[in-house]
């Protein structure tokens, strides 16, 4: 590779803590190891998994269902 391809590359991974983030925030994030991740829409993660598991997955990857801020009266 050319050290412009390289450097194309370095800028797309210094993205990587924003998209992960992002990702996070929005529930998306079924599954991390390392430097991979899983993601899932959510209504496709409630559709497979159901209320019950979905919210306890949300609750124990987030922290929370819903996130605050989600709902109305919220911050």
Known sequence: MT??????I???DAHW???I???RKYGF????YGNSV???TN???????????YRFRQEQLFGSFPQ?????GQK
């Open 10 to 12: 370095s800028n797309r």
């Open 17 to 19: 803590d924003e998209v």
């Open 21 to 23: 983030k992002l990702c």
């Open 43 to 53: 209504s496709y993660q409630l559709d497979s998994w159901h209320e019950p598991a």
């Open 68 to 72: 605050p801020g989600e709902t109305s």
């Open 29 to 32: 994030v079924t599954q991390e």
């Open 3 to 8: 050290q412009e391809e390289l450097q194309i």
């Open 38 to 40: 899983t993601l899932m």
